[in-house]
């Protein structure tokens, strides 16, 4: 017996004895992508006075410096930490209780993230302790600012 071939609206799909065979549709190439390369980085964090402190360092000089022109390009705006496991989000920290104040280092970059208020205080702080237990197991943090990722680390 010949097979027989059945038309759709993408092109040819064979039949096979058990039915039609429902191929993926043919796709298209997305006219512009919205990527970039993020720079990959080795993170510290710690609880400190006032709230945590986060140091993110690169081995690599022009992923340092990229990182360090996206921080400074981005400086003033809204942080977020995003822990990742295995390119899913497991949890997000924005940090918007608190001052984010940045310097540079020889090898990347240093972000203090403090806050007057007792609670908001507490809450960094919070935060700092479940980024620092996700790193320990195995997850990824994903630094943004303003909604750009402008490192990924791991500890």
Do not use: F, H, Y
Request: proline share 4%; with cysteine; glycine share 10%.
């Amino acid at each position: 017996m010949k097979p027989m071939m059945m038309e759709n609206m993408m092109g040819m799909a064979p039949m096979n004895m058990g039915g039609m065979s429902m191929g993926a549709p043919m796709m298209s190439a997305p006219s512009a992508m919205n990527m970039m390369m993020v720079p990959r980085c080795t993170m510290t964090m710690e609880k400190c006075e006032g709230g945590m402190k986060m140091m993110c360092s690169c081995t690599d000089a022009t992923a340092c410096a990229m990182m360090q022109n996206l921080c400074t390009m981005m400086a003033g705006g809204m942080m977020s930490c995003c822990m990742m496991m295995n390119g899913m989000s497991m949890m997000t920290c924005n940090m918007t209780m608190g001052m984010c104040k940045m310097e540079m280092m020889k090898d990347g970059m240093c972000m203090m993230w403090t806050s007057g208020d007792a609670a908001c205080c507490d809450m960094i702080q919070a935060c700092c302790d479940a980024m620092m237990k996700m790193m320990a197991c195995g997850c990824t943090c994903c630094i943004c600012m303003n909604g750009t990722p402008v490192c990924c680390c791991s500890c």
